[in-house]
């Protein structure tokens, strides 16, 4: 485990102010460094056709609609990148007798693919309550010197670089030994416990959505399983205050994930997620008890380009801060990332250089965040 561990060498970034604290002294204007003047504004399809595809867990499950459901979702993954889940959700009556029967809440959710509204709303609350934490408190949850987890922020690289209009906490929670004992056991209760529950529910959805992806792909099956059976769910929570200048500031710059696939929760109703879709942003806006589902660059290397992470960002607001909650899905750390053996032929030559995991992370987290330009150092170059 140590060996394993001890692969990742993340580099920690520069210390930053906390934007939740500045916001406190009723600032007017933005300081300089949060200042993006080269920004690309907005912009909002009005063409229904064109908004973000969402798939329904049920129907993928279901015979009637099985295939029709699987062609969306492949499509959703080529075309998109983006998706949001709809999970399925249990009526007033049947969760009646249900109870009447005396069978187990959570046994209907495995059966039905969902996750419980209630545990979701706890995990919400416990987020939204971390980030209001006093100052004496997060201190204890800091990043430290050579860490990348805990309060702070990621991919800050100089003292030059513009900065996000936001806080982060983030941290590695599976597999277990990746959990750093001065943070995860130091987690407020109930929302350690809440955050624990959350994480096998996540890598539950995810297993399967890996399934169904290599089913839709007509892959080797085992190609997708052994990379994530073991592999690394990390977290970011992310806090965005409002901001007396928003149209000059970003939340979270453009950039492409790192990670597999990302499974995003919004924790409160206020939109922010933006996608870039033929070189126009447009905002992703969610749907009650949904997750948005993003294709991350690993995923795009190991179906040699047939899947393809997309570039995104979050905007802010003047009014009221957002909150929300990411998940990440990374292959085995001892793992070998490429172009899947059964996705290579003499038609689609392998697009993609093989990496160690561990390699891969450690030199994504060395570079400032700025669009796909970690995945195109990957490709092969044709000579």
Not at 88 to 100: H, K, L, Q, T, Y
Request: aromatic share 10%; with cysteine; proline share 7%.
């Amino acid at each position: 485990m140590e060996t394993l561990s001890s692969k990742l060498l993340l580099r920690d970034p520069l210390p930053v102010p906390c934007v939740q604290e500045l916001v406190k002294s009723s600032l007017s204007t933005v300081p300089l460094r949060y200042v993006r003047p080269d920004q690309d504004p907005p912009f909002e399809f009005t063409d229904a056709s064109a908004e973000v595809p969402v798939i329904d867990m049920h129907k993928l499950f279901s015979n009637n609609f099985e295939n029709s459901e699987l062609d969306k979702l492949h499509h959703a993954c080529k075309d998109w990148g983006f998706f949001q889940v709809v999970l399925a959700v249990r009526s007033v009556i049947e969760a009646f007798i249900n109870i009447i029967l005396l069978i187990p809440f959570l046994s209907d959710q495995v059966i039905n693919h969902g996750v419980s509204d209630v545990l979701i709303e706890n995990v919400k609350s416990g987020i939204q309550s971390l980030f209001n934490l006093p100052m004496v408190e997060k201190r204890k949850l800091w990043q430290r010197p050579g860490d990348v987890e805990g309060f702070g922020q990621s991919f800050v690289v100089s003292e030059e670089q513009k900065l996000n209009w936001g806080d982060l906490f983030g941290i590695f929670l599976l597999p277990t030994y990746l959990r750093k004992p001065h943070l995860f056991p130091n987690l407020p209760l109930p929302f350690r416990d809440d955050l624990d529950a959350y994480t096998l529910e996540m890598k539950n959805l995810g297993m399967k959505l890996f399934d169904l992806m290599a089913k839709a792909l007509e892959m080797d099956s085992s190609e997708m399983r052994e990379l994530y059976e073991e592999g690394v769910l990390s977290t970011r929570m992310n806090y965005y205050p409002p901001c007396p200048q928003p149209e000059l500031v970003m939340g979270l710059n453009n950039h492409s994930d790192a990670s597999a696939i990302t499974i995003l929760l919004q924790v409160n109703e206020m939109e922010g997620l933006q996608i870039r879709k033929d070189g126009r942003w447009t905002p992703v806006k969610p749907l009650p008890n949904a997750f948005v589902v993003n294709i991350g660059d690993i995923l795009e290397i190991i179906t040699n380009g047939i899947y393809r992470s997309i570039e995104h960002r979050a905007t802010v607001n003047s009014t009221k801060e957002r909150l929300s909650v990411a998940m990440f899905f990374t292959p085995r750390l001892d793992g070998e990332i490429g172009p899947a053996p059964s996705l290579v032929t003499s038609e689609r030559p392998a697009l993609f250089k093989r990496i160690g995991v561990a390699d891969f992370l450690n030199e994504f987290f060395k570079r400032e965040l700025n669009g796909r330009s970690y995945l195109d150092v990957m490709r092969i170059q044709e000579e």
